[in-house]
């Protein structure tokens, strides 16, 4: 019964528009100065009969029930009757969305004759005639306009193009404006709305010309400046052509942000810090040039200025201030300010960065020993988020890191006693199973993992790397391996436990070579590790000690090349 509503929605109005003939007169007012005209002063005269009551009921009653045609007629009939304008709008709409464009265009010249300045009028009145395929009327009409406009045609052709960007026929578009803009050729604005129109109807070429020829007329125009980037090749051709435009415009701030923008799509990480840190002195509290630097620095480890920039950033307090929180307790941790750390990701409250926050804070309380305290916290903010495993298995990493393995273990098999088929805890307890050489745990929650997720290439691998680093099943684990390469070709990981197969199965210069493409992709400990190993067996101890020694440096806690080392070199 939708139409109900429509229905009691719409009957005010009605009343309204047919109350005023029996209204009895107002009193004259003695003041000399006559009252301003009301909106209703200017509706018609109109007595409430039961025929239009009546006719009013049929049509909307018809449109609610999907009967256009039948309601569209009813309606037109009652505009002509009653000429209000809001009737008449309602006549006009119901036949433009039944396609009766006849009927539609009457009901809107009717609604034009009662409303001459009325905008939505207007518009729906050129949609009409391109929708019904009279572009000459249509052009004749608009080009009154814009002769009538003359001083500021460029401005009203930018407007006019902006009317009809959702019009679906783009070719009907492109030929009306090549029209319109044929007395206007010497305005930089005709070349670029023929560019736009091109551009709809998918002729970049056409556009591409179109937009040379606005330029021509004004190169320092910034728009057409930024609409001709748009149509080159992302990449070079398109940051030469905005550099060399700048050369010669070198006050443009928007083109600058766009060539800033497309360095920083190239990953020109210094080169676009240069343009923000100059839009940056143009606009010294701008907080999206402020963040801008801020984070570019960071991407080219200028850790002091994007401190400061990223700070600023956060005192002008405009925008989202969480991801620079995040980064600014990034920046305290390394710097070893464990305290300014937490107080950072303390105010990250929302975003993509509040977990992430809330872990690394954790990692802070645990490298100052205090680890109950980190707990406590994951703990808090997982009864906040109970079905988010990405706290359980930050809370299992810390007791890892630990040296708790047990605990980890026993911790993470509680977790999946609640969630039992949550594969990033699967994965995890399959891993802390196998730091407690628990190797039959280690395969049930991997093939369940597999059955789960049949395309997760960390369950393959894991298993596969498992059996070979056990020296079992070597077959199997060449096919486990095998099928994670399968899934993710060049996964340096997967890489590594590849060449430590290769190794076991006696084919040390194989293995490698493989492990040292895994290394070129991700200097892992743990490939160091085996990089060194297998350099040993060849006899090129020296070489072996050299890798461990480098590896050393960058990871001096890592387990699994301690204690490879140890084995080595006692």
């Known amino acids: 019964m939708n139409y109900l509503f429509r229905l009691f929605a719409l009957l005010p109005a009605l009343a309204s528009a047919c109350a005023w003939a029996q209204a009895p007169a107002a009193p004259q007012e003695s003041a000399a100065q006559p009252a301003p005209a009301k909106a209703e002063d200017r509706l018609p005269k109109q007595e409430l009969t039961g025929q239009i009551l009546y006719q009013f009921m049929l049509a909307e009653i018809a449109a609610q029930r999907g009967d256009l045609a039948l309601s569209s007629s009813a309606y ?85 193009i902006r009317a009809f960007a959702r019009y679906p026929d783009k070719l009907a578009i492109q030929r009306l404006f090549d029209q319109l803009t044929q007395p206007y050729l010497n305005l930089a604005e005709a070349y670029l709305v023929r560019a736009q129109t091109a551009v709809g109807a998918g002729d970049a070429e056409r556009a591409r010309r179109e937009i040379d020829q606005a330029l021509q007329l004004r190169p320092a125009w910034e728009l057409a400046a930024l609409f001709k980037a748009e149509l080159l090749p ?51 509290n701008n907080p999206d040039m402020l963040y801008a630097v801020g984070i570019l620095s960071l991407q080219v480890n200028d850790v002091t200025e994007a401190e400061q920039q990223l700070k600023h950033f956060v005192e002008i307090g ?39 926050a809330k872990v690394r804070a954790a990692q802070v309380l645990l490298r100052q020993g205090k680890l109950d305290e980190a707990r406590e916290r994951l703990a808090a903010a997982r009864a906040n988020a109970p079905d988010d495993s990405r706290l359980v298995v930050a809370e299992a990493q810390l007791l890892r890191d630990a040296g708790r393995h047990a605990d980890a273990y026993a911790f993470l098999a509680k977790m999946l006693e609640v969630q039992p088929d949550q594969p990033e805890i ?101 490939i160091a590790a085996h990089i060194g190993e297998v350099l040993w067996a060849l006899g090129r101890t020296d070489e072996a000690l050299a890798v461990w020694r480098e590896a ?18 006692p």
């Not at 406009?149 to 052709?157: E, I, K, N, Q, T």
């Open 76 to 160: 037109v009939d009652l505009a002509k009757s009653t000429r209000d304008p809001r009737i008449v709008r309602r006549a006009a709409e119901i036949a433009f969305h039944a396609r009766q464009y006849d009927a539609a265009l009457e009901a809107c010249r009717l609604w034009l004759s009662l409303e001459p300045e009325s905008a939505q009028a207007n518009q729906m009145l050129s949609s009409l005639l391109l929708a019904s395929g009279r572009v000459e009327e249509l052009a004749g009409s608009l080009a009154r306009d814009l002769a009538a406009d003359a001083p500021r045609v460029g401005d009203a052709l930018m407007r006019l």
């Open 552 to 569: 050393t440096k960058a990871h001096p806690t890592n387990e699994v090349l301690a204690a490879t080392i140890k084995r080595f070199v």
């Open 234 to 284: 992302k990449g070079a051709a398109q940051l030469d052509f905005l550099k060399t435009w700048l050369a010669a415009n070198p006050e443009s701030q928007d083109v600058r942000l766009a060539y800033a923008r497309g360095l920083v799509s190239e990953k020109r990480y210094e080169a676009s810090r240069t343009e923000f840190r100059r839009l940056l002195e143009a606009s010294p």
């Open 426 to 526: 699967l994965y995890e307890t399959a891993l802390s199973a196998e730091k407690l050489g628990y190797v039959d745990v280690l395969e049930h929650h991997l093939r369940r993992l597999m059955v789960l997720e049949p395309d997760s290439a960390q369950a393959y691998n894991a298993l596969g790397y498992s059996l070979a680093d056990r020296n079992l099943r070597l077959d199997e684990a060449a096919k486990l391996i095998d099928k994670a390469l399968s899934l993710t070709p060049d996964d340096p990981f997967i890489l590594d436990s590849k060449g430590w197969l290769l190794f076991r199965q006696g084919k040390p210069t194989a293995a490698l070579e493989v492990l040292q493409k895994a290394f070129a992709q991700k200097p892992d400990a743990e």
């Open 318 to 356: 405009r925008g989202d201030l969480d991801p620079a929180r995040f980064y600014l307790g990034q920046i305290a941790d390394q710097a070893g300010r464990p305290d300014d750390a937490l107080r950072w990701f303390d105010q990250v409250a929302a975003g993509e960065h509040a977990l992430s």
